[in-house]
C-alpha cells in the first residue's frame, strides 16, 4: 500500500526552482531533514519533482505517494510483480564462477551481489575505459535527444558487445547472472565519478515520450533488468539509493546491486527509481548493463 504525504505548495516551487538552478536531489534532501522531514518522506518528495523534470510524471502540487516499506504483497500502482528473472537462493551459476547474493529485496526485485567482476578484470576495465570517457549524458524526455545535464555529473563510454576477449567474458558472465540471452545486453557502460559529483534519482527504462525512445523500443523491446557493479572501493559516499524504498547499496569493489523493472506484460516498476550519492572522498567507478526484452538492435 502507499502513503500520502502531503506538503506546502510552497515548498514544492523552491525545490523546483533549486532544481532549475542546478541544485543537486542529495543537498534538498539534506535540507528537508534539517527541517525535521524524515529522510523517506524526504527522498519522496525531492524525487516526485526530479521525475516532473524528467518528463516521467506529472509535477506534484501538495501531494506525493510513498511506498510503505514492510507491507508484503504490495507494490506502486500500475505494477504487478512476478517471478524474477534472477535465480534464486544464496549462489547464482555464472558460468565461469559462482557468484554470491549477499541481500535480496523483492519490491522492487532487487539483489546485492558479490564477486560479479574480479579485482584484475576491475583494474583493465578502468584502464582500457580511461582514455575513453565523455561528459555523461541524460535522454532530453520531450525531444530523445542525449544531452550533458547537471544531473548526471559523472563521465562515461560503451564497449561494443563482445568487443574484446575481456568484455567478452564478462558479457557472457552477466547475461548468465540476468538469465537473458547475451544479445539482449547493451554495450557495457564504464562510467567515473570524480570526487563531488553523482546522479539525481532517474528510472533506466525508456520512457516512450519521444521518437528515438519508441524507436528503441520497436527495434529491441523495453529495458527490463540493470547490473550495476562496482569497479573500485570507495572511501566515503558514492552508495547507490533507491528512493521509493529506502535501500542503499554501499559500493565494493567486485559487488553489483542488480534491480529489474519491466514485467511480461510490459509494465514498469516505479519503485526502481534510483540515484548515486556524491563521492565525498576518492571516486567512483562502475560498469553497467542494461538488458532488453529482445535482441539489442542499435540506431
Not at 13 to 26: C, M
Not at 158 to 181: K, S, T, W
Request: proline share 7%; aromatic share 8%; glycine share 8%.
Amino acid at each position: 500500500m502507499t502513503t500520502q504525504i502531503r506538503f506546502a505548495p510552497a515548498l514544492g516551487d523552491w525545490i523546483l526552482r533549486q532544481l532549475q538552478q542546478g541544485e543537486s536531489a542529495d543537498a534538498l534532501v539534506q535540507v528537508l531533514q534539517e527541517r525535521k522531514v524524515a529522510q523517506q518522506a524526504a527522498h519522496a518528495i525531492v524525487a516526485a519533482f526530479v521525475q516532473a523534470r524528467l518528463g516521467t510524471a506529472p509535477l506534484p502540487v501538495d501531494t506525493v505517494e510513498l511506498l510503505d516499506s514492510g507491507s508484503p504483497g504490495e507494490s506502486l500502482p500500475g505494477y504487478r510483480y512476478e517471478t524474477p528473472r534472477l535465480a534464486p537462493g544464496p549462489s547464482i551459476d555464472a558460468g565461469d564462477r559462482t557468484i554470491r547474493a549477499l541481500a535480496r529485496a523483492e519490491r522492487p526485485v532487487l539483489a546485492v551481489l558479490d564477486g560479479v567482476i574480479d579485482a584484475a578484470e576491475c583494474e583493465e576495465l578502468i584502464a582500457m575505459a580511461r582514455g575513453r570517457l565523455k561528459p555523461s549524458t541524460v535522454t532530453d524526455a520531450t525531444t530523445g535527444r542525449d544531452v550533458i545535464a547537471r544531473q548526471r555529473t559523472s563521465f562515461g563510454m560503451f564497449f561494443r558487445p563482445f568487443q574484446n576477449p575481456l568484455v567478452a567474458g564478462i558479457d557472457r558472465r552477466i547475461a548468465r547472472i540476468m538469465n537473458l540471452p547475451p544479445e539482449n545486453g547493451e554495450g557495457l557502460q564504464v562510467l567515473h565519478y570524480p570526487q563531488g559529483t553523482g546522479s539525481e534519482p532517474h528510472f533506466d527504462f525508456l520512457v516512450p515520450s519521444n521518437d528515438a525512445n519508441r524507436n528503441s523500443i520497436a527495434r529491441s523491446g523495453q529495458r527490463v533488468s540493470t547490473l550495476v557493479t562496482y569497479l573500485n572501493d570507495v572511501a566515503q559516499g558514492g552508495e547507490t539509493i533507491f528512493p521509493a524504498t529506502g535501500w542503499t547499496v554501499s559500493p565494493v569493489r567486485g559487488h553489483a546491486v542488480y534491480f529489474e523493472y519491466c514485467n511480461s506484460l510490459g509494465e514498469l516498476d516505479h519503485a526502481s527509481l534510483h540515484a548515486s550519492r556524491a563521492v565525498q572522498t576518492g571516486e567512483k567507478w562502475v560498469a553497467t548493463k542494461w538488458m532488453r526484452a529482445r535482441p539489442f538492435v542499435s540506431a
